[in-house]
């Protein structure tokens, strides 16, 4: 068996085991940093202003190596809780970062979460977000990344299980060749509203950004999107792609979705699409047709449509976990991860 | 069941209609096990959907007749439970199924099925095995079955998976419905094939095509005219050489 790294006094209430190789765990309960401030392998981790939030300066190459942020709301304080968390990447270092959002107890948490981010010249991040928390709980991500010369941003937002789910995400390409990928997955059912709002700004010529977002509503779910493109005058050869699709698997579902171009160079490639539909009923008849229930083929015509979302994931092992959990969540079991002594949501 | 010499299919006068406008007007067709039928005639005759009807399409309302397949009311079995007692239907045009791969797809079938049968699932290993076998029944490329269901595939390669899934999941009685339409000589003669490695006593194929060209593969013990929504006449495979050389018309006409 692996042995994984935990605080004891986290340990006591919360384990998470997420499968794979090499990762490392960082525990923030309440936004307070689990462990001693202090640099390792070129990782330096403190806090910020309060003890509260997370500071990470990260060198060199960690791409095989993923940093896991477990960030758990306690019962020792259930007022709204306001935390910044800043990642910088030094010129040419490369990350793989999960962040994954838990509640211990069903308290109506409310948590706003600000992430700036900066990737030097060269930088690579692929970060994770992974939202599970309960049915009552509000929650509210602030996204804000600046991509220096050649700078590559992979971001993968599965939003998961949430009361309110908010995620404002605002890339900024200041240099030349950075390229920003943002994707997002948002499942949600009964009354629970998920919202995305997404501005990748090109500030400079010769970016590329493309952005692949999707949700499955249920019950009277309710989910907007907005995402906008900028391309600033003079940004030329930008390259910027957007697509937004939703299934509605009933009348009571509804989904706003607002895609949007802004445009001031004349030599760029871009195209935004938006589709809102429903299972696809001849489909679901050919599955059966080979002798799968109605029940498994409603479940896998929502695997296949969230199939490239998570094809994204480029970790293995985690992305094997994410689409059991998805399927889980799908199946209604709510989103429990097997792998917990505490169920986190 | 009893009767081992009975039908395996029986339809009676079956009636389907759609949207108030009657499509099939009394067929009547026996099929047995080890028999292997061709259904002919001309376009908008009712072919498609009969065989759509028998796997349990919805959007056909059954007004009048009855279906027993091995002895149960097929008519009150949704569509893959018909599927678990054996039925298959060759699609005329297989759906795309974007992001799911055949071999997550056939796992899911094969599994149902077993489960059905108080089997456990098969292990990966079992399962990889398997498909490779079937697929060079079928002369695939393996490369296929981990694409999506269908996506991006000639005419010629839906054809050849649904007569892979076809042999996936051993059914006893198989409507092909028009899985020649499109085809090249190769591919017909792997197809036909595939059909005629799979063709065992104790299983059925019921064959519904244009072209006297598929019977030349897989030789018919019946052939059947329908039109209007009837079966017309019925005879040995000598009826689709006449349908060939005289047309429908001719023998609508003489009837």
């Given at each position: 068996?692996?042995?994984?790294?935990?605080?004891?006094?986290?340990?006591?209430?919360?384990?998470?085991?997420?499968?794979?190789?090499?990762?490392?765990?960082?525990?923030?309960?309440?936004?307070?940093?689990q462990e001693s401030p202090g640099t390792q392998n070129g990782i330096t981790l403190s806090t910020g202003p309060e003890g509260r939030g997370l500071k990470t300066h990260i060198t060199g190459d960690h791409s095989e190596n993923p940093l896991q942020i477990i960030s758990v709301r306690s019962e020792n304080l259930p007022e709204p809780l306001e935390f910044?968390?800043?990642?910088?990447?030094?010129?040419?270092?490369?990350?793989?970062?999960?962040?994954?959002?838990?509640?211990?107890?069903?308290?109506?948490?409310?948590?706003?979460?600000?992430?700036?981010?900066?990737?030097?010249?060269?930088?690579?991040?692929?970060?994770?977000?992974?939202?599970?928390?309960?049915?009552?709980?509000?929650?509210?991500?602030?996204?804000?990344?600046?991509?220096?010369?050649?700078?590559?941003?992979?971001?993968?937002i599965l939003s998961l299980y949430g009361g309110t789910i908010e995620n404002k995400v605002k890339a900024h390409l200041q240099e030349p060749g950075a390229v920003c990928n943002l994707d997002g997955l948002y499942l949600a059912d009964g009354e629970q509203e998920i919202k995305y709002n997404i501005e990748v700004r090109h500030n400079s010529k010769e970016c590329q950004s493309s952005q692949l977002f999707k949700g499955i509503l249920d019950n009277s779910a309710k989910a907007w999107f907005e995402g906008l493109i900028y391309v600033a005058p003079g940004?030329?050869?930008?390259?910027?792609?957007?697509?937004?699709?939703?299934?509605?698997?009933?009348?009571?579902?509804?989904?706003?979705?607002?895609?949007?171009?802004?445009?001031?160079?004349?030599?760029?490639?871009?195209?935004h699409g938006a589709t809102i539909g429903r299972l696809d009923e001849m489909g679901l008849f050919y599955i059966r047709s080979r002798?799968?229930?109605?029940?498994?083929?409603?479940?896998?015509?929502?695997?296949?449509?969230?199939?490239?979302?998570?094809?994204?994931?480029?970790?293995?092992?985690?992305?094997?976990?994410?689409?059991?959990?998805?399927?889980?969540r799908l199946r209604g079991e709510f989103s429990k991860c097997a792998h917990c002594t505490m169920h986190c949501c | 069941m009893g009767k081992t010499q009975g039908n395996m299919l029986e339809i009676n006068n079956l009636h389907v209609s759609i949207q108030d406008r009657e499509i099939l007007s009394g067929v009547n067709l026996q099929v047995r096990a080890g028999e292997v039928h061709a259904i002919m005639g001309p376009n908008g005759s009712g072919k498609s959907t009969l065989a759509a009807v028998l796997a349990g399409r919805d959007i056909f309302t059954v007004t009048k007749g009855t279906v027993v397949y091995k002895g149960v009311d097929l008519l009150a079995l949704p569509p893959e439970e018909r599927a678990r007692l054996g039925l298959f239907l060759g699609f005329q045009y297989p759906v795309e199924i974007p992001g799911l791969t055949s071999v997550n797809f056939m796992k899911a079938a094969v599994n149902e099925q077993r489960k059905y049968k108080n089997l456990p699932p098969l292990s990966s290993g079992e399962f990889l095995k398997l498909m490779r076998q079937k697929m060079a029944v079928v002369e695939m490329d393996p490369s296929f079955v981990g694409r999506g269901v269908n996506v991006g595939f000639s005419g010629g390669e839906k054809k050849r998976n649904e007569i892979f899934q076809m042999a996936m999941l051993e059914p006893t009685l198989a409507f092909l419905d028009e899985t020649d339409s499109g085809l090249d000589v190769?591919?017909?003669?792997?197809?036909?094939?595939?059909?005629?490695?799979?063709?065992?006593?104790?299983?059925?194929?019921?064959?519904?095509?244009?072209?006297?060209?598929?019977?030349?593969?897989?030789?018919?013990?019946?052939?059947?005219?329908?039109?209007?929504?009837?079966?017309?006449?019925?005879?040995?495979?000598?009826?689709?050489?006449?349908?060939?050389?005289?047309?429908?018309?001719?023998?609508?006409?003489a009837t």
């Open positions: 068996m692996k042995e994984y790294r935990y605080m004891p006094e986290v340990k006591r209430v919360f384990q998470c085991t997420v499968p794979g190789e090499n990762i490392r765990q960082v525990f923030l309960v309440d936004g307070v940093l910044t968390n800043t990642w910088e990447l030094a010129p040419g270092a490369k990350a793989q970062i999960v962040v994954c959002d838990h509640t211990l107890k069903e308290h109506l948490y409310q948590t706003s979460r600000y992430s700036h981010i900066t990737l030097r010249e060269g930088a690579h991040l692929d970060l994770l977000f992974m939202q599970n928390e309960h049915g009552r709980s509000r929650y509210w991500l602030d996204l804000d990344a600046r991509l220096y010369k050649d700078a590559r941003l992979d971001s993968h940004a030329q050869s930008t390259e910027a792609f957007q697509a937004n699709h939703n299934l509605l698997l009933t009348r009571d579902a509804k989904i706003t979705t607002m895609p949007q171009l802004e445009i001031y160079a004349d030599d760029v490639k871009c195209s002798g799968v229930p109605l029940e498994q083929a409603h479940l896998l015509q929502q695997m296949a449509f969230v199939h490239d979302v998570l094809e994204h994931v480029r970790n293995h092992a985690i992305r094997v976990r994410l689409e059991k959990m998805v399927e889980s | 190769d591919a017909l003669r792997v197809v036909a094939n595939g059909v005629n490695k799979l063709k065992t006593k104790d299983n059925a194929f019921v064959v519904i095509t244009h072209y006297q060209r598929l019977l030349d593969y897989i030789v018919p013990d019946i052939v059947h005219v329908l039109n209007k929504g009837r079966i017309i006449k019925s005879g040995s495979k000598e009826l689709a050489l006449e349908v060939e050389n005289k047309g429908y018309d001719h023998i609508i006409n």
